[in-house]
């Protein structure tokens, strides 16, 4: 499996709703990433995970909650967002541990806060 | 702070023109990786280039990296529909640290019509 799956691939919230964004993978990899991407931009790093632990967060507003409850899944949990957090969410993961590797990414999530 | 600037931003073809992308910095790379990102997938990576000097090839494409390792180029030939979109440069720190991240171009937005 060398794949990284992302859950749901669009979501529409809004701004008092609570929501998780989920992601997976089964290769093994060490590291596992939040970023955000505005249409025809470059991914934002938001969150790294290196071997389950928190290692970078790029001060991403505290309404960003990420989680990894085990060395394959990353969840990113949502709240109380505003309009213009609406974006691609990109999870991707990595084999080494530190935030710097070639990276895998999912197909993303397509998030619109109303 | 360490920047790669990325260029041109935009480029629309026509199927069959040759086109090159670069990536230039004043900082020094410990290797760079080229991705393409296809509308509604995530980013796709296509070559790492590790040494100075290195050139790969990758069917039509053709990735080289500087010789002091702080630019490179992509190169398509004979550009087809399917090389349609988002090409993105993104640079390992040469600098050790755990928590050295990747520093993205800007990306380059290609359009080749029919």
């Known amino acids: 499996d060398t794949e990284v799956t992302q859950t749901p691939k669009h979501l529409v919230m809004g701004m008092t709703n609570k929501k998780s964004l989920k992601c997976e993978q089964h290769m093994g990899h060490r590291a596992m990433y939040w970023y955000k991407q505005k249409a025809k931009k470059p991914p934002e790093l938001m969150f790294v995970?290196?071997?389950?632990?928190?290692?970078i967060n790029e001060s991403v507003p505290s309404r960003f909650s990420p989680e990894c409850p085990n060395s394959s899944l990353l969840n990113l949990h949502l709240h109380a967002l505003q309009p213009e957090d609406s974006a691609l969410y990109l999870c991707?993961?990595?084999?080494?541990?530190?935030?710097?590797?070639?990276?895998?990414f999912g197909a993303g999530s397509r998030l619109t806060v109303l | 702070t360490q920047l790669l600037e990325q260029s041109p931003q935009f480029l629309s073809i026509q199927e069959g023109e040759n086109l090159t992308v670069y990536c230039n910095s004043s900082?020094?790379?410990?290797?760079l990786q080229w991705y393409r990102q296809e509308p509604g997938e995530g980013p796709v990576l296509l070559v790492t280039?590790?040494?100075g000097g290195e050139v790969k090839k990758l069917k039509r494409l053709t990735f080289q990296f500087g010789d002091a390792r702080k630019d490179s180029s992509l190169h398509i030939t004979a550009a087809q529909p399917g090389d349609t979109g988002l090409y993105l440069c993104a640079g390992k720190p040469l600098r050790a640290g755990n928590n050295r991240k990747l520093i993205w171009g800007l990306g380059t937005s290609l359009a080749v019509n029919p």
């Open positions: 900082s020094v790379f410990s290797s």
């Open positions: 991707a993961s990595s084999p080494g541990p530190t935030g710097a590797n070639v990276l895998t």
């Open positions: 280039v590790v040494t």
């Open positions: 995970y290196s071997y389950e632990k928190l290692s």
